[in-house]
């Protein structure tokens, strides 16, 4: 039964940092790719970030690009994405999730993910 538990969100001033965690638990995932997603209220599920667990290639949304980054520490099975000069329009709760590793650049679909989270919630005020 494979697991992913996120962590790591709360309320920060524009400009701020925050670092969310994935605990991923069930498998091993060396053939997969995890993503984060986000989902702001009325609006659509996002990609944000994806990495591939065996190489660490990644692959950002232009809207984050330069200043979140995703990273994986296999030893702990976790996933992390720093999140830096946090700006209002990032608000939203955030999601990983896993799914078979395939090119990475077409990991930005969420039907190529299999499991997720239930989500964490980030609000950044002005």
């Known amino acids: 039964q494979v697991q992913l538990v996120e962590s790591g969100g709360g309320l920060v001033q524009a400009g701020g940092s925050l670092r969310l965690s994935c605990a991923a638990s069930g498998r091993t995932f060396s053939t997969y790719a995890m993503g984060w997603f986000r989902q702001a209220p009325g609006k659509e599920r996002e990609f944000v970030a994806a990495i591939k667990w065996s190489s660490s290639s990644t692959y950002y949304a232009d809207s984050v690009k330069g200043r979140f980054t995703i990273s994986r520490d296999s030893s702990k099975n976790t996933l992390y994405l720093q999140m830096d000069s946090l700006k209002p329009e990032d608000t939203a709760d955030y999601y990983c999730?896993?799914?078979?590793?395939?090119?990475?650049?077409?990991?930005?679909?969420?039907?190529?993910?299999?499991?997720w989270g239930q989500g964490t919630q980030v609000t950044v005020s002005s």
């Open positions: 999730a896993a799914g078979r590793a395939y090119l990475i650049a077409t990991m930005t679909s969420r039907d190529k993910y299999n499991y």
